[in-house]
């Protein structure tokens, strides 16, 4: 049965290490890796989650969206795993748009972001994809894959101004 697990919040190292890569993703451990996020991101209204948010240093992240609390205007997909993600290639063009966290609760950052990427990845079934991502989705992948490199959403904005509470977020929205 999949475990709802605890989210590293702000200030746990694992947060800031480079995540590794995974070997073999048909790996029992790796597939109840899977499971446990997809219940935890679901069960946090997340948008996307990544192994290092769950104390596991791995290269694998989940991206979920949904319309939901969190983010009202989010697309529909169904939720996917995505292993050892490399991106391809960015558009120079970038957009802002405002972020949050499960590792930073509170807070939402106004982040820039290119609006088109491309990105290679293993599925959990371990079969190879390039995909290309636009708009919310290539803002989701970018700030998964930040994780598995350390860095989060506040180390991407351009000024601390940038920065609101959830709550006067939503009261925007
Ligand atoms: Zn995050």
């Known amino acids: 049965m999949p475990i709802l697990r605890q989210i590293a919040q702000l200030g ?72 050892n993600p490399e991106i391809l290639w960015m558009s120079d063009e970038k957009e802002h748009g405002w972020e949050g966290c499960l590792s930073i609760p509170g807070l939402r950052g106004l982040v820039p972001r290119h609006t088109r990427i491309g990105v290679r990845f293993l599925t959990r079934e371990g079969e190879t994809r390039e995909e290309e991502y636009t708009n919310f989705l290539a803002r989701v992948f970018q700030h998964e894959i930040d994780h598995l490199h350390g860095i989060v959403f506040i180390d991407r904005v351009e000024s601390t101004l940038d920065l609101i509470t959830e709550k006067e977020y939503l009261r925007r929205v």
């Not at 983010?71 to 292993?83: G, S, T």
């Open 12 to 83: 746990q190292p694992v947060l800031r290490g480079v995540a590794g890569i995974i070997a073999d993703p048909s790996d029992p451990t790796v597939q109840a890796l899977i499971d446990d996020m997809l219940v935890t991101v679901a069960d946090a209204n997340g948008v996307g989650i990544a192994a290092p948010q769950l104390y596991e240093p791995l290269s694998l992240l989940i991206v979920a969206s949904r319309p939901n609390p969190r983010y009202p205007d989010a697309p529909m997909m169904a939720p996917m795993a995505v292993i």
